[in-house]
Nanobody, 121 residues
């Protein structure tokens, strides 16, 4: 019913920038919270940033001042602008969203498949 698709990952040198996108599609009535997570090899999944429907945002301490989360509600799309990237930012980045469909009275949680970000010289 609902799909989330991330894009924009890749290889970048330290100090560089990338912009990730997360596009939601399907029978969507409303999207409440949207989030970016990341998971490095051998580590637990980490919450990176959260944005509400009204664009209130929160960030992990490790990315504050370097990453910016945003969303376009008309396009059901969320973004993560990542600047001043460090090798420790290397991970698979996932998005998730709390979505209400036209056939559901509740908000359900959906995940994307992930996109690899590698920061290396």
């Amino acid at each position: 019913q609902v799909q989330l698709v991330e894009s924009g990952g890749g290889l970048v040198q330290p100090g560089g920038s990338l912009r990730l996108s997360c596009a939601a599609s399907g029978s969507i009535f409303d999207i409440n919270f949207m989030r970016w997570y990341r998971q490095a090899p051998g580590q637990e999944r980490e919450l990176v940033a959260t944005i509400t429907r009204g664009a209130s945002v929160q960030y992990a301490d490790s990315v504050t001042g370097r990453f910016t989360i945003s969303r376009d509600n008309a396009k059901n799309t969320m973004y993560l602008q990542m600047n001043s990237l460090k090798p420790e930012d290397t991970a698979v980045y996932y998005c998730d969203a709390d979505v209400r469909t036209f056939s559901s009275g509740d908000y359900l949680n959906y995940w994307g498949q992930g996109t690899q970000v590698t920061v290396s010289s």
